[in-house]
């Protein structure tokens, strides 16, 4: 299974030409696909037209919604932040901490586009849906 973060669906519903929306269109009826609650957040957030909101809700729903934090996570995603600052990184956002560590805990691939998750790939584990050659 395949957790699409927001960063992908932002460059989708935008009409934005990338690697990761190619990738996107590919999977899209040929593979499980996932949304989390804080990436649903993130994405309509960014409509300013009802119309638009409605319509993204509404195909956002049509996926199953995953919980991505409880204390299980939000534990974890701490130690993760503190491993990473350690070594010398600091992740921006905590809330790509908690997706991160989420898809590491559940065993899901997560597809993105956001360089803030190449430390979480590089240094614990997660595993990309896409990544660049």
Same mark, same amino acid.
């Given at each position: 299974?395949?957790?699409?973060?927001?960063?992908?669906? &932002?460059?989708?519903?935008? #009409?934005? $030409?990338?690697?990761? !929306? $190619?990738?996107?269109?590919?999977?899209? #009826?040929?593979?499980d696909l996932l949304t989390g609650d804080i990436i649903l957040t993130e994405v309509l957030q960014g409509f300013a037209l009802d119309a638009?909101?409605?319509?993204?809700?509404?195909?956002?729903?049509?996926?199953?919604?995953? #919980?991505?934090? #409880?204390?299980?996570?939000?534990?974890? $995603?701490?130690?993760?932040?503190?491993?990473?600052?350690?070594?010398?990184? +600091? !992740?921006?956002? +905590?809330?790509? +901490?908690?997706? $991160? +560590?989420?898809? &590491?805990?559940?065993?899901?691939?997560?597809?993105?586009?956001?360089?803030?998750?190449?430390?979480?790939?590089?240094?614990?584990?997660?595993?990309?849906?896409?990544?660049?050659?």
């Open positions: 299974m395949i957790l699409v973060d927001s960063s992908v669906w &932002i460059d989708y519903f935008n #009409g934005t $030409a990338t690697p990761q !929306v $190619a990738k996107l269109d590919t999977l899209l #009826g040929t593979e638009e909101f409605n319509e993204a809700k509404k195909f956002l729903m049509a996926f199953p919604l995953v #919980g991505l934090v #409880g204390q299980k996570v939000a534990v974890q $995603a701490a130690r993760n932040y503190r491993y990473l600052r350690v070594r010398g990184i +600091t !992740v921006r956002k +905590t809330i790509d +901490t908690i997706i $991160a +560590t989420f898809c &590491i805990e559940e065993g899901l691939q997560l597809l993105h586009n956001d360089r803030d998750f190449e430390p979480f790939v590089e240094h614990l584990g997660l595993q990309p849906a896409w990544h660049a050659d």
